[in-house]
């Protein structure tokens, strides 16, 4: 009898139920609910389907992140910073710089989105945080999840990384809800019927020296940004140049989805009890949001200096896509000016701001990294 007791209760001590606390709970139901943002509503479903899994896994079973868990071994990707860069590769492949190139003026409205990421480094260390953490939490502000976990593992931040990544891509998720009434506060109903000129057409060769002038140009200044602007620019080389179709295929399709699983699960799975429900987290919430905040309005605000300064020709709704949550910023761009014309077709115009953006925060991540001397 004394066996049977002994075998039930070695059992019963072996459930999720035997360490389950109320934290454990709560960030359960968090799962929960990210998951139905993801499938029920299509907020970035991609992301938030795997992170809102690796989050429900460990908060179940910890020791699934324990030194020889599994997913320790996807997070050890993240540290090293293969995984933000493999998406680099992916995105790149995926990416049309041509609306970039055929306005460079877009380079302008992408830079003035990143005012979000320097504001709120600043008000990161008013909050307590050291300058490091600081910088990493900072990146959230250009909504770009892969820049801040290379970021928040490059300079030793990994304690701080599943908070981090979990705000950018929450973040990118909500961007449909975030921008569109700071994008109406701060442009009038004549701003967003603005009709802008069909772009030129940008000719194969100028598509094909983009990448590798963009390249030379940004790692000879910066040499710390060449992991992500680096492999950015090659898989959207491998798309240009025509004669490596496979790897095209294979970078934006079947690698790009491998490496989004591995990254999302391993993310997700960073945000036991223990870790995230803290005071540290909250703040960083708080920072994300009043620096994707910022970088929107910086972004609006810019486009209408521009829109005065060509007299009427810039429709400042395309600066806050200069955030580099593509495409869909400039999705959102392009719905707030349909709203105002439904005959108004800004995509294209937004998606040069937002190209611009993600070799906009990959610039600013490489430099908070040349500033702190981290290779």
């Known amino acids: 009898?004394?066996?049977?007791?002994?075998?039930?209760?070695?059992?019963?001590?072996?459930?999720?139920?035997?360490?389950?606390?109320?934290?454990?709970?709560?960030?359960?139901?968090?799962a929960l609910f990210f998951l139905y943002l993801a499938i029920a509503k299509g907020y970035e479903p991609l992301l938030l389907v795997p992170i809102s899994f690796g989050m429900l896994l460990v908060n179940m079973y910890p020791d699934i992140m324990s030194d020889t868990g599994l997913l320790h071994y996807f997070y050890l990707l993240d540290e090293w910073?293969?995984?933000?860069?493999?998406?680099?590769?992916?995105?790149?492949?995926?990416?049309?710089?041509?609306?970039?190139?055929?306005?460079?003026?877009?380079?302008?409205?992408?830079?003035?989105?990143?005012?979000?990421?320097?504001?709120?480094y600043i008000l990161a260390m008013l909050m307590g945080f050291s300058d490091k953490a600081a910088a990493a939490i900072s990146i959230i502000g250009g909504a770009?999840?892969?820049?801040?976990?290379?970021?928040?593992g490059k300079l030793g931040q990994t304690g701080l990384m599943g908070p981090i990544a979990v705000a950018a891509y929450s973040y990118m998720s909500l961007v449909p809800i975030i921008q569109p009434p700071i994008m109406k506060l701060f442009t009038t109903e004549e701003e967003r019927k603005i009709k802008m000129a069909q772009l030129r057409p940008v000719s194969k060769l100028e598509r094909i020296l983009f990448p590798i002038i963009v390249t030379i140009v940004v790692v000879m200044i910066l040499p710390t940004t060449a992991p992500l602007v680096g492999m950015l620019m090659l898989g959207n080389l491998f798309r240009e140049c025509g004669v490596v179709k496979q790897l095209s295929?294979?970078?934006?399709?079947?690698l790009m989805y491998i490496v989004v699983i591995l990254l999302g699960t391993s993310v997700g799975a960073t945000t036991s009890a223990e870790a995230f429900l803290t005071w540290d987290t909250i703040k960083i919430v708080i920072l994300g949001l009043a620096a994707f905040a910022i970088g929107t309005t910086a972004g609006v605000l810019f486009g209408k200096l521009m829109c005065k300064v060509t007299g009427g020709k810039v429709n400042p709704l395309i600066g806050s896509a200069g955030v580099s949550a593509v495409p869909m910023a400039a999705r959102v761009s392009q719905k707030v000016g349909a709203e105002a014309d439904p005959s108004n077709f800004l995509l294209m115009h937004a998606?040069?701001?937002?190209?611009?953006?993600?070799?906009?925060?990959?610039?600013?991540?490489?430099?908070?990294?040349a500033i702190f001397g981290v290779v």
């Open 351 to 369: 998606m040069g701001p937002n190209v611009a953006g993600v070799i906009g925060t990959a610039v600013a991540a490489g430099t908070f990294m």
């Open 81 to 120: 910073s293969i995984l933000p860069s493999l998406i680099f590769l992916g995105v790149g492949a995926l990416t049309d710089f041509g609306p970039l190139i055929a306005n460079p003026a877009s380079f302008l409205l992408g830079a003035a989105a990143q005012f979000g990421i320097f504001t709120a």
């Open 249 to 254: 295929d294979t970078a934006s399709n079947a």
């Open 144 to 152: 770009d999840g892969p820049t801040s976990i290379f970021l928040a």
């Open 1 to 30: 009898m004394d066996y049977v007791v002994t075998t039930l209760t070695n059992l019963a001590q072996q459930t999720g139920f035997a360490f389950l606390q109320p934290g454990n709970l709560a960030m359960i139901l968090v």
